[in-house]
């Protein structure tokens, strides 16, 4: 059955440095989401991505997040100058064509730890 | 106030009990999601609902759109069924979820 992949599984890096965090999604899926979760909490949004734009994007996604699509394959969330704030686990979903409404595929998680 | 609440926060179960979980919201919605996140991180999405019931092997998921309420029930549950079940809305005119806290089950066997 096809899934959504993610890597690294784990991400350990010194406060400031740039991070990306990488998402394969389920061929024919076009619509992308990203999520994060902090150790306790609940999942938040973070930013929506279709047709190779931000549809979408929350408080949180500021001007140091950012995610585009290099490759055609690859969807990617890139912090340019991480905080010890942004620990969290992130996760990817992926939507087939038609409606972001749909059933949400997830990926596995990257977990981010910034030290 | 939570746009999405859930209940209970935790709850613990014997092998082959009924398990029922709540989830109230308070925004206009195009869709309800219920998630399951296992030990280990993971998500996997077990209903998307607009309006009605849907079922799916030992699980059911309700909504009553006027209520602004959804639940989910695991029939004959077991303990392969502990894990973090997680109620998203899908906000009217948005595309975001909106998730609520969870609900930790843990069924015994």
């Known amino acids: 059955e096809p899934e959504v992949t993610q890597t690294p599984s784990h991400q350990v890096t010194q406060m400031g440095q740039e991070v990306i965090l990488r998402c394969v999604p389920i061929?024919?899926?076009?619509?992308f989401y990203w999520y994060r979760q902090i150790l306790g909490q609940k999942v938040e949004f973070l930013v929506s991505f279709y047709n190779n734009e931000i549809s979408e994007k929350s408080e949180i996604f500021d001007d140091q997040f950012s995610v585009e699509r290099p490759d055609g394959s690859n969807f990617t969330l890139k912090i340019r100058s991480t905080k010890l704030e942004d620990s969290a686990m992130y996760f990817c979903?992926?939507?087939?064509?038609?409606?972001?409404?749909?059933?949400?595929?997830f990926g596995p998680g990257t977990r981010l730890t910034v030290l | 106030k939570n746009e999405v609440e859930q209940s209970p926060q935790n709850l613990t179960a014997q092998e082959g009990e009924f398990i029922t979980i709540n989830c109230s919201y308070s925004v206009g919605i195009s869709a309800l999601h219920w998630l399951q996140q296992h030990p280990g991180g993971g998500i996997v999405s077990l209903f998307m609902l607009s309006s009605g019931k849907k079922k799916h092997g030992r699980l059911i998921a309700t909504i009553n759109i006027q209520e602004k309420h959804s639940s989910l029930h695991i029939t004959a549950s077991h303990p392969r069924d502990s894990a973090v079940y997680i109620c998203a809305v899908v906000q009217g005119g948005s595309e975001k979820l909106v998730f609520g806290k969870g609900t930790k089950l843990t069924v015994n066997p």
């Open positions: 979903a992926t939507v087939l064509a038609g409606s972001s409404y749909n059933e949400q595929f």
């Open positions: 061929s024919n899926h076009l619509y």
